[in-house]
């Protein structure tokens, strides 16, 4: 009798060993059928742009979103809103320059998703560190994830401070008596992912 107990004991903690063993997926993201959209504003008006992702996964624990990584190829970025050839090429040349993103001595832009909480419906809070120009600093942001078995699809906003990452020019908080001529601080991406099949 007690050597049956003593079995039962046994397969009882290797089950909840099981059950509490965490198993988690990396879901690749597709990224050719990905888009990130920066956007960059001033007095008077903005400029946006698109730059490519080089590779990207959502981690997944027991179909629970718990994480993920993603790499942009800043020598990518684009105007989109600039028609003039010469006009677009000269801020295309400016934001791979020193001033703002260093490109050739930083050519990517790392964001790690460390923790994720559920909120209502498809909606998710996530936490992480965005690195920029070898400087990483934590950043927060809400984002909708639609997964299954099958893969995922998300959108998400994240707003940054460029200064925190040393990309000061024309910050009108950093450089004194610019008036029109600064550039706000905020950066905006929109994000929208889909994975792979």
Sequence with gaps: ??????SLI???????????????????ANKNNSTIIWT?????GSHTGNVSLKSGHLTFDHGRLVGGNFVIDMSSITCT????EKKNKYLVDHLKAEDFFAVDEFPEVVLSITSVEKLEGMQHQMYGNM????????????????????GFNAIAKIIIDRT????EYKSGN?????????IYDDIEFDIFLVSQK
Aim: with cysteine.
């Design 1 to 6: 009798m007690l050597k049956k107990t003593f």
């Design 10 to 28: 046994i397969a009882a903690l290797f089950l909840c060993q099981i059950s509490f063993t965490i198993h988690t997926n990396d879901i690749k």
């Design 40 to 44: 960059g504003s001033k007095p008077t």
């Design 81 to 84: 809103d600039i028609e003039s």
């Design 131 to 150: 690195t920029i120009k070898g400087i990483t600093n934590p950043i927060s942001f809400l984002a909708e994830v639609n997964s299954s078995r099958r």
């Design 164 to 167: 925190k990452w040393g990309v």
């Design 174 to 182: 950093i450089f004194k008596d610019l008036g029109d001529k600064i």
